[in-house]
């Protein structure tokens, strides 16, 4: 029995011609199936009939695990403050497609922010997304953060709410998308194409990247495998065969696949109604209250007056009894993320009035000065000491200076148009000249003003 085919079909829409191809770039990873150039492929991922009765191949899945530390403030028997770090450990699933079905999935994730777009704006929430959007070109983190701030110290008093949604992409609940999906493409039911899209990023299957290692080392050995670098993972018949004892399915009717080129976009799709909400609620309190989400990443600003009858509190409760209502879609609040701060007199505070910071999108302040998040900071002079090292160690073992192109490139100040997009110094420098514009003092040049130095310091 064929499914409906509903009212009208996406690719009818104006918007689905609205496609870059130039960003549709060949990878070079190593997958079960070969690589391709979108030239070979176009017609076909354009053409609904052959969506709908393709065969997409297994995502290859492994886990990226951080470790980070959190500082935690305990009071000792006598009342006073204590500082102490920990060690917390945070585990990112991640799937990347097969060629093929990497295209196809970014074909239909351009089709679904083309028509989110629309839909977005026709409910008035066009604004409150900011990440994986197609029509905020040249904008960032830096720009988002920076409408954030400049908001917030325009105002006399306000409430600010940030909050981070657990294991977001592992907690969509499928039915939630589906209707959703729905209503963003305008049909009934989904036609067979997109259907099949659906089905195939919520009852996806993926097999272990550490089985795929394990093949190839055993199937050319260590040292030849160096030599051979295969063009993929298998042959067709050997894939059979392998994925009879390796292949996984998601069972449940939660979570998508982060790392697709749906699963951003079906983010901001699966919580329409979510942010409709927020904003109505904001719309109803009569104030300009400021309410932008960044994927799981969300933040209000919310001006009072000392006159109103809102407290800092009954706000705050307000905002957290409406995400509760959606803990069935699978929001649910981390807590050690959650900020509830007072904004007043150009100081941030905390809910006991006390001297505080607010961190958004890898900016803290504190009101005063702004800067860059430690974190980050630190995420970068690791990864650039590693590189160093690994020159270092090539320069001893051959007796010859070590290369540092790509050092260079990815963690100084002379990548600043590495591929066209910079690197971190370039994207700090010009973080710093946008929160500059604030009242507050930034500190981020500073932060990375001798990067030249240590960098070399571990290269000697």
Known sequence: MKRSKGPRRLHNLPSSSNIDWSKYKQKSYIHIDDRVKIEHLKPKIQDSNWIASYAFLPSIHFEIIFKKYITITERDDQGKKRKRKEIKRKVRKIFYAAHKDSFIYKYYGDLLNNAYNIYAESIGIDNIATAYRNNKKGKNSVDFSFEVFDYMFKQEKAVIISMDFTSFFDNITHQTLKQNLKKVLNVDELPEDWYKIFKNITKYTYVNKTDLDK??????????????????????????????????????????????????????????????????????????????????????????????????????????????????????????????????????????????????????????????????????????????????????????????????????????????????????????????????????????????????????
Not at 266 to 272: A, E, F, G, P, Y
Not at 405 to 421: D, I, M, V, W
């Open 215 to 460: 093949f190839l080392k055993n199937k050319y050995g260590v040292k030849q495998l160096k030599k051979v670098k295969p063009s993929k993972f298998m042959a067709p018949k050997e894939f059979r065969e392998f994925k009879k004892g390796n292949l996984h399915v998601n069972r449940e009717k939660f979570g998508i696949p982060q790392g697709s080129g749906m699963s951003a976009v079906c983010s901001n799709v699966h919580l329409i109604e979510f942010d409709k909400e927020i904003s109505n609620w904001a719309e109803r309190k009569n104030r300009s209250i400021l309410y932008r989400r960044y994927c799981d990443d969300l933040i209000l600003v919310i001006p009072i007056s000392d006159e109103g009858r809102d407290t800092f509190q009954s706000i705050s409760d307000q905002i957290l009894d409406i995400v509760k209502k959606y803990k069935k879609d699978g929001l649910n609040i981390q807590k050690e993320k959650t900020e509830i701060r007072l904004f007043k007199n150009g100081r941030i505070y905390t809910e006991n009035l006390e001297l505080s910071k607010l961190d958004y999108l890898g900016f803290v302040t504190d009101g005063e000065f702004i800067s860059l998040r430690e974190k980050s900071l630190f995420k970068y002079y690791s990864r650039a000491f590693r590189k160093a090292k690994t020159s270092k160690r090539i320069s001893l073992a051959t007796k010859r200076p070590g290369p540092k192109k790509e050092l260079y490139n990815l963690y100084t100040h002379l990548g600043h148009r590495y591929k066209g997009y910079g690197n971190f110094v370039s994207y700090a420098y010009k973080a710093h000249e946008k929160m500059n514009q604030l009242p507050c003092h930034s500190l981020i040049r500073r932060q990375v003003k001798r990067h030249w130095y240590r960098v070399h310091k571990r290269l000697k």
